[in-house]
Structures are given as C-alpha cells and as structure tokens.
C-alpha cells in the first residue's frame, strides 16, 4: 500500500519555539514529528510511501535518506512553488500511478488506525474516505458534517462559534481514489478542504468521513507543541519513543520475599494522592521519612510515590501472606477510589 507525506510547511507559528526546523522535524519525546508519522504507516501495511517537500527540504532528506533505516521505501518530491496540499499530491502522480492513496500530514501526532480507515475506503468505494476527529474546541479547523451512513455533506471552514454544528473536524488524513486524484487541476494551486472536497461534492461523488478513536494533535502551535508532548509523555498519545523517554511500567503486583507483598498503582498526580492519604491518616501517627509507613503490630505498611511514573507503590509486610495481599489490594481499591474522586477518608 502506498503513502504519500505532506511535509513542506515551514511551521511560522512555531518558529518562537522551534527556529528554523521544518515542523516535519520538530521533535517529540527523542524523535522527529515525521520519524513517528512514517514509523506508523509502517506499522500498517504502508511501506511504500513519498514525502512532499518544499521548506528546507534538503534537511529531511538528509534525515530520512531512503527510509531503509525505518523499514520503508522512501521517495521525495520537491516543490519550488506552493501548490496547495492537492496539488502537491498531483505532483507524485508518477509514483501513486493508477491506485489508491493514502495521505498524511508530517507535522501532526496520530496514532490512529490507518488501516482501518483503509478499508472502510475501499469497503464503500468513496471518492475519498477521510479520517475525522472529535475536538471540543473546533474553531482552529475545518469541519466536516455527516449524515448517519458517514457520508460528508458539507464542508466549514476555521467557523466562529455561530457556525459550529459539529465537533468533527478534518484530520488531513485521506484515503483517495483515482477519481479524486484526476479532479485536482494540473495547471494551478489546489488545496483539499477548500477547493478538491467541496468540488467532488458538487459533482455528486461520495466522500466519507469517519470519526477515528485515538488520538490527533495538529503541532501547529508553541502551545498545542506543548500538549502534545505532555500528552505523549503521559501517555495519551500512544508512541514508540526514544528509550530515555519511555515510562516505567507499573507492575499489577507482585510477591516480594524481603519486602513483603507489592502492587503498583497507577494514579493522576501522585504527589497530590499522597498528601490525601497523609492527611486522612494523621491520627494513626504515620511515620512520613520514606513515603507514608503504618506499624500495625501484625503488619507494616508502606506507601510511597514511584519516581518515574505517576504511580503509588504499596507494600505490605506480614507473617500471614493472605493477610498481607488482602490489605494490599483493600489499600490500592481505596486509593483508586480517591484518585477517581469517588471517596474521601
């Protein structure tokens, strides 16, 4: 399956932040934004992909080379002009040929399920089958309304509050057929949501749209760049980052001989969790040295903050085993019922 990447902006928004980086090459979590983008057309199926490239081209294709080093085929086009997101798609025609295509944008963070969006294309034989995500704050993007089979009925571009029906928007990512593909004028700039989409519409061809799980950022600004990579070091956004990035997973639990038993439990803000736990429990005279220890006689105690992920690890010390892993668990219900706001102590 082929791949086309949408990789010539040169992210002006950005620049504060970034300076003279293409945004295909802004980094996320040890990586470039594309690096993750071809790493996920990899993972689906799309092996032969072209990157469509204008602002600092030279510096992507330095990196990339011919994507052999991601387990691709890597290809370029190089604009000197701006055709339009369509119309720099037209210009790979020679490497698209007679198929379908899919297409994605270098500079966003997805981690959708691209072939998923694949065959639905192909399953309804749509014109183009675009890939539309839920945004409670829309006004940054073109909206796509829908009737109940997914198919697109209209197109609002960027609306102000007063025209937002929908909270769909356009992801700029495609699935085209030919037939979209030959729509797009040879001879001018073209762009997808303002000029091919609502043409093929006009012309009666189906274009579906449909609402993909997962999740997409367009890292288009200094503060959405932000989100993202707080999302992504959280772990919203489901990536294959570079290993000095990568969070320490939290164990289920686990029986251990020195310590007693153990379960790791993850939580929203550790540091906040505790200071509720350190609180309710003041009367029974914790020792707070090393996290928060009770000495019940029969048992020990002990809830502490893991360091490298926002989790609480519990311990329990006993000579009765069931015992310790019955007030384990109890301890671990109690703290997730805090942590989803459902009990207090």
């Given at each position: 399956?082929?791949?086309?990447?949408?990789?010539?902006?040169?992210?002006?928004?950005?620049?504060?932040?970034?300076?003279?980086?293409?945004?295909p090459m802004v980094p996320l979590l040890g990586r470039p934004l594309m690096e993750y983008t071809l790493l996920l057309l990899r993972k689906y199926g799309f092996t032969e992909i072209c990157a469509a490239l204008r602002y600092r081209a030279q510096d992507i294709m330095?990196?990339?080379?011919?994507?052999?080093?991601?387990?691709?085929?890597?290809?370029?086009?190089?604009?000197?002009?701006?055709?339009?997101?369509?119309?720099?798609?037209r210009r790979c025609r020679d490497f698209i040929g007679d198929e379908d295509v899919l297409v994605i944008?270098?500079?966003?963070?997805?981690?959708?399920?691209?072939?998923?969006?694949?065959?639905?294309?192909?399953?309804?034989?749509?014109?183009?089958?675009?890939?539309l995500a839920r945004e409670a704050e829309p006004l940054r993007y073109g909206l796509a309304v829908t009737e109940g089979?997914?198919?697109?009925?209209a197109f609002i571009e960027k609306p102000d509050w007063s025209r937002v029906v929908t909270d769909l928007v356009n992801t700029g990512i495609y699935v085209l057929s030919p037939r979209a593909l030959d729509a797009i004028p040879p001879d001018r700039p073209c762009d997808f949501a303002k000029d091919l989409f609502p043409a093929l519409l006009r012309r009666g061809e189906p274009l579906l749209g449909l609402p993909m799980e997962g999740y997409w950022c367009d890292v288009g600004t200094p503060l959405s760049y932000y989100r993202c990579c707080v999302d992504a070091l959280e772990g919203r956004?489901?990536?294959?980052?570079?290993?000095?990035?990568?969070?320490?997973?939290?164990?289920?639990?686990?029986?251990?001989?020195?310590e007693g038993f153990t379960l790791d439990c993850p939580c929203r803000s550790r540091a906040e969790l505790m200071g509720t736990l350190s609180e309710g429990l003041l009367e029974l005279q914790p020792d707070y040295s090393d996290g928060l220890r009770?000495?019940?006689?029969?048992?020990?105690?002990?809830?502490?903050?893991?360091?490298?992920?926002?989790?609480?690890?519990?311990?329990?010390?006993?000579?009765?085993?069931?015992?310790?892993?019955?007030?384990?668990?109890?301890?671990?219900?109690l703290i997730e019922a805090l942590d989803s706001g459902k009990s207090t102590l």
């Open positions: 399956m082929k791949a086309i990447i949408l990789a010539g902006g040169d992210g002006t928004r950005l620049k504060a932040v970034t300076g003279p980086l293409p945004k330095d990196h990339f080379g011919d994507g052999s080093a991601f387990g691709v085929t890597l290809c370029c086009r190089v604009e000197t002009d701006s055709w339009g997101t369509a119309g720099a798609v944008s270098g500079d966003a963070a997805c981690d959708f399920d691209l072939r998923l969006l694949w065959r639905r294309h192909r399953e309804r034989r749509a014109a183009a089958t675009l890939a089979s997914g198919r697109i009925r956004l489901e990536l294959p980052c570079a290993p000095e990035f990568r969070p320490a997973p939290a164990a289920e639990g686990t029986a251990v001989s020195e009770l000495d019940g006689g029969s048992y020990r105690l002990h809830i502490a903050p893991l360091p490298d992920t926002s989790a609480l690890r519990i311990c329990v010390q006993s000579a009765d085993t069931e015992f310790a892993r019955s007030l384990a668990f109890s301890a671990k219900e």
